[in-house]
């Protein structure tokens, strides 16, 4: 029994295409759906070939896609991208050849395509969101991790190594117990931004959880990461202020160089030690700068302009 169906009443967009010969292909025709995704009518398409009634990239794109499944003899599945009116769309579409009862031959292709743009833009999305943290809208440890898979297997034919850093806020948890975690939510983000203006093309800043925060320099020199991290420094010990407060931001950092051959954690661990120990200096100068400021005539603790001088001399 032959099963006869009206296409327009089918809500894909379906078309049906006559094979005249390899890479000349013409429309039957097209059903309702299939002339409202091309943007054409339905009397502009029947009896035409691809290229009279179509855009010329389109035509050639569609005129591979039936010379496959003509030679094949089979049904193909295809996901495409197509450019329609200014706009591009995903399509994904299936050609079913269609042979003579009598001689065999592929004569013609019914083609049946369902537009999933909007399944294609979310799954974008959820790509977007698999890198990114949502917080800051910085790369997170996940794209920080591939970054470095990237800048070791380039250190393969560039011989040249990189730098990682662990830097971390200062009293956040101050912060969030006195005013609450919005603010300190807003102070992560406003450190995530002072550390993206920072850094230079190809390097890498990613909040990795917390208020920690990791980040790839291009540089391979003890010399020239020391210079890298005073820049740093020296934008934190003039003072970053959270917009719209009197709030002070202050971060510690700490840095190793990644070298042929060894093991990224060792480095970043190392990294995070040395971002502690000056955690740990930055926390004695603020008790010291407290002191003197509580009383200036006590003589116990040196000024806190000899603790920091100190401290920059210790690092």
Known sequence: MKLTVDLDCVGVAMSIVDVESEGTYRFVGVNTAAALEIGIEQARVAGRLFQECLPADYAAQ?????????????????????????EPKWFR????????????????????????????????????????DPLTGLPNRR??????????????????????AVVDLDQLKFVNDEWGHRLGDRMIRHAGEVLQAMIRP????????????????????????????????????????????????????????????????????????????EKAIRRLVRRIDDKYRADPRDTSAPPPSAAKSAARSWR
């Open 93 to 132: 579409t299936t050609l079913t050849p269609i042979r003579d009862e009598v001689t065999g031959e592929i004569t013609r292709v019914l083609g049946v395509s369902q537009n999933i743009s909007g399944a294609k833009r979310l799954q974008a999305e959820l790509q977007h969101y698999a890198y990114v």
């Open 62 to 86: 569609m005129i591979q896609r039936y010379d496959l499944c003509v030679r094949t003899q089979r049904v193909q599945d295809i996901e495409e991208c197509v450019v329609l009116r200014g």
């Open 202 to 277: 190809n390097e890498v800043v990613a909040r990795v959880g917390g208020d920690e925060f990791y980040i790839l320099l291009q540089v391979e020199e003890r010399v020239l990461l020391d210079r890298r991290l005073d820049e740093i420094r020296s934008a934190i010990d003039r003072g970053i202020v959270l917009p719209g407060t009197d709030l002070p931001i202050t971060l510690s950092v700490g840095a190793e160089i990644w070298k042929a051959g060894q093991d990224v954690r060792a480095v970043l661990s190392a990294a995070d030690k040395a971002m502690y120990a």
């Open 143 to 164: 794209r920080f991790d591939e970054a470095v898979i990237n800048a070791t297997e380039q250190s393969v034919y560039t011989h040249r190594g990189f730098s990682l």
